[in-house]
């Protein structure tokens, strides 16, 4: 039996990352899970798995996407434990929730921090020797927000729009060296992200905003519940993406994200503005107006 192929899922510890890190272990691939505490994650998986501590198809790395010295020390130890990786998930990220005026600064740098520059950083260390090896594909998970930039998530919107836009570029620069680069667009799993504990709120619940947010609250929690899949759904999607042989591939995995993906196709700009704003019960155009405003 030849040497089994090796894949990086950054976000491991949890949500799809696990249910990833689980499938791919049990589907042969040497799984090298990186999340920022591997004491508490890796005990989970090796249970989940099966995987005894010293099963070399299960390896653990401590990756802090915003420490640059974290990300250098991850990307030395993945490449000591298992060369260069086969392929790289960049599954790690985190959400937020508010409005453009009510968002701070702080949030929006550690957005970009976490979910752009932390993965820009470990695939420019890791490039190398990917390219020395002649194969390999880099995926990188997005969501709706990356098709279509979503109220009040105006900062996950931008991480993943910025993401999107990443891949196309770089899949022109790594696949003359046998790299692909897939764009994988999620649609609703039941994860951490969509609930309160994997989100950041920085919404001002008694704002200018207030009414938006019961709305949006109320419609946006129904619509997830009826929509959300096993994260063990995505993690069977994410097993045959890796094994494309197409330079580069954006699709989705999930029916939500699939009818998004179609409808940014074939709707204009305004069109898809008007459906969410429909979905999302937001008032139409100048109804929030202030009395005694004039209209320009």
Known sequence: MGEPRSVLITGASRGLGF?????????????????RTPEKGMPLLRE?????????????VQLDLT??????????????AAGAPYAIVHNAGISAAGMVEETSPELWERMFATNVFGPVALTKALLPSMRSSG????????????????????????VKGALERWGEA??????????GVTILVTGTYDTEIITDAGTTDDRDLDG??????????????????????????FA????????????????????????????????????????????????????????GTADG
């Open 19 to 35: 249910a990833s890190a689980v499938r791919l272990h049990h589907e042969g691939w040497r799984v090298v899970a990186a999340m």
């Open 48 to 60: 989940a798995t099966g995987a005894g501590e010293d099963d070399d198809r299960l390896i653990g």
């Open 67 to 80: 420490d640059t010295a974290s990300v250098a020390a991850a990307a030395k130890s993945i490449e000591e």
């Open 135 to 158: 194969r390999g594909r880099i995926v990188l998970i997005s969501s709706a927000a990356g098709v279509r930039g979503m109220p009040a998530t105006a900062p996950y919107s931008a």
């Open 170 to 179: 770089m899949a022109g620069e790594v696949t003359p060296f046998g790299i």
């Open 208 to 233: 200018p905003y207030a009414a938006h947010h019961r709305t949006m609250d109320k419609r946006g929690r129904a619509m997830m519940k009826r929509a959300a899949k096993s994260p063990d759904t």
């Open 236 to 291: 069977a999607g994410l097993t045959g993406v890796l094994d494309s042989s197409k330079p580069f591939v954006k699709t989705a995995v999930g029916f939500d994200a699939r009818m998004l993906l179609i409808a940014n196709r074939l709707l204009p700009s305004s069109g898809l503005h008007q459906m969410t704003r429909l979905m999302m019960g937001i008032p139409r155009f100048g109804a929030l107006r202030e009395k």
